[in-house]
C-alpha cells in the first residue's frame, strides 16, 4: 500500500491571536484582516504543497484558511480536529490567568484539564482518532496526499504522541499558516499509530 503525505497547517491568525487569549473549541472565531493579509503573502512566497483531499477542523477560522490557501478545493471537515476546549480558562491571557490557583498547575502538567476544561487524555484521543479518519478515508479512496488545516495546540499534542522523530509537545509548534508534512505507511500506521515528519511548511 502507497505512502501517504498528509501536510498539517495551523490556520491564520485571529484577533485573539494577537492579543495571547486562550481560544478554544467553543469560541468560532474569524480570521482577522492582519490573519488573512499575512496568509495571501505566505501563499505567494512559500511553495504549498500540491493536494488530492482537503480536510479542515469544523471551526470557521480553519475553513477560512482553506479557502486562502487551496481556493479550489472543497473541504471535508473533521470534528474530532477541532481545538482543545480550555474551560473557564477560555478567553483569558496568561497574564490575566496568573492568580488563577489552577492555571500554574495546569501549564506544569500536574493539572490534566483546565476548570470545566478538556481532559488531556481526550483530546489526545479525538485527535488521534480524526486523524484515523484521515487514513482511512485517504485509503479507501485512493488518495495519496491532503492538507489538513487544524488548530496549532492540536498539532502539537498530535505530533507528541504520534510522531518521529520524538518530540515533547511544545518542541511541534507551528506559527500561522505553517505546518509540517507526514510520511504516513498504512500498514505500519495501522499497527503503531506513528507517523514520520519529513519536512516543515
Known amino acids: 500500500m502507497k505512502t501517504l503525505k498528509i501536510h498539517l497547517i495551523r ?21 482577522c484582516p492582519e490573519g488573512v493579509s499575512e496568509l495571501q503573502l505566505l501563499k505567494e512566497n512559500l511553495e504549498y504543497p500540491d493536494i488530492e483531499r482537503l480536510y ?5 477560522r480553519c475553513r477560512q484558511t ?6 479550489h478545493m472543497e473541504p471535508t471537515c473533521i470534528d474530532d480536529l477541532r481545538e482543545y476546549d480550555f474551560g473557564s480558562f477560555e478567553g483569558k491571557t496568561a497574564a490575566e490567568l496568573e492568580g488563577d490557583p489552577h492555571f500554574i498547575p495546569w501549564t506544569s502538567g500536574k493539572l490534566s484539564a483546565p476548570p470545566g476544561g478538556e481532559e488531556n487524555a481526550d483530546f489526545i484521543k479525538r485527535l488521534c482518532t480524526g486523524l484515523n479518519t484521515i487514513v482511512m ?23 507528541g504522541v504520534c510522531a518521529v522523530p520524538r518530540h515533547k509537545p511544545v518542541e511541534w509548534t507551528a506559527d500561522n499558516g505553517r ?22 511548511i
Open 11 to 31: 490556520h491564520g491568525a485571529t484577533d485573539a491571536n494577537y492579543r495571547g487569549q486562550y481560544i478554544g473549541c467553543k469560541t468560532d472565531l474569524p480570521l
Open 56 to 60: 479542515t477542523s469544523p471551526l470557521l
Open 66 to 71: 482553506a479557502a486562502v490557501l487551496f481556493p
Open 137 to 159: 478515508d485517504m485509503t479507501e479512496n485512493g488518495h495519496h496526499s491532503a492538507g489538513v488545516v487544524m488548530h496549532g495546540g492540536a498539532i502539537m499534542m498530535l505530533l
Open 179 to 200: 505546518g509540517y508534512s507526514l510520511l504516513v505507511t498504512p500498514s505500519l500506521y495501522c499497527k503503531t499509530g506513528v507517523v514520520e515528519v519529513y519536512d516543515i
